[in-house]
């Protein structure tokens, strides 16, 4: 059974910077393309970030390029979202996702791409 645990939300002042991870159990992780989701209250959940099984290959939403970055790490069945210039805007619950595929990240990015998800974890961004 695939799990998927979040870690490394918090409080942030706009202009902070955060890193999350997410653990991934279950898997052969190498098979796997991983991604970021946020979900802001009253709003439905949005992608913000893929990257391919070995990391050659991101995509992301267009109002994070260049403060966003994911990588991975396939040593540990780990993946990461480093989060700089945050904006309250940012503010949301954040999962991991995951999607068994070889292909390019640029493919997906639709919530129903992704079979697995972790719990979520929150990132409040104060003005």
């Known amino acids: 059974q695939v799990q998927l645990v979040e870690s490394g939300g918090g409080l942030v002042q706009a202009g902070g910077s955060l890193r999350l991870s997410c653990a991934a159990s279950?898997?052969?992780?190498?098979?796997?393309?991983m991604g970021w989701f946020r979900q802001a209250p009253g709003k439905q959940r949005e992608f913000v970030a893929s990257?391919?099984?070995?990391?050659?290959?991101?995509y992301y939403l267009d109002s994070v390029k260049g403060r966003f970055t994911i990588s991975r790490d396939n040593a540990r069945n780990t993946v990461s979202l480093q989060m700089t210039t945050l904006k309250p805007e940012d503010t949301a619950v954040y999962y991991c996702?995951?999607?068994?595929?070889?292909?390019?990240?640029?493919?997906?990015?639709?919530?129903?791409?992704?079979?697995?998800w972790g719990q979520g974890t929150q990132v409040t961004v104060s003005s």
């Open positions: 996702a995951a999607k068994n595929t070889y292909n390019s990240a640029r493919y997906y990015y639709r919530e129903d791409d992704f079979s697995s």
């Open positions: 279950g898997l052969t992780f190498t098979r796997y393309l």
């Open positions: 990257i391919s099984w070995n990391g050659l290959s991101t």
